[in-house]
């Protein structure tokens, strides 16, 4: 036999065949990753649009706000929302900050987002 004959040997493919594996595993993780951190700043930027509409409303509102968290549910994007505000008294006694925040779900701690704003104390009945 002919010591030169061309072609791959067994180890030869196989080692080949394990880094085309690993090399495909890898792009499907690097994927899924980037799918995970698209969905959350989807949910990030919605979060922000209720959370920046409720600021609108409530600085455009006649009414004090309470310092004392006041709740919401809310639908957007066929997904249920949980919004609190309240307002923050400043060192200075003719303006307020409104601090709004939105949750995804009910019992998570740290909030999605959250946007505050100032707002004049003499405004409506502040």
């Known amino acids: 036999m002919n010591m030169k004959e061309k072609g791959m040997t067994l180890l030869e493919v196989l080692v080949a065949i394990f880094i085309i594996a690993v090399s495909a595993s890898a ?6 990753q980037q799918a995970n951190t698209l969905s959350h700043l ?30 919401e549910e809310t639908i957007m994007a ?17 303006i307020n ?4 925040e ?10 999605l987002t959250a946007l505050q704003t100032y707002v004049s104390s003499n405004h409506g009945e502040r």
Request: glycine share 2%; hydrophobic share 40%; net charge positive.
């Open 102 to 111: 939105v949750r995804n779900d009910k019992k998570q701690n740290k909030p």
């Open 27 to 32: 792009v499907v993780r690097i994927g899924s």
């Open 78 to 94: 066929d997904r249920q929302w949980f919004v609190r505000w309240r307002s923050i008294d400043t060192t200075d006694p003719q």
């Open 42 to 71: 989807q949910q990030k930027q919605l979060g922000i649009w209720l959370a920046d509409n409720k600021l609108v409303a409530l600085s455009e509102s006649r009414t004090a706000v309470s310092a004392n968290w006041r709740h």
């Open 97 to 100: 900050a409104l601090v709004v």
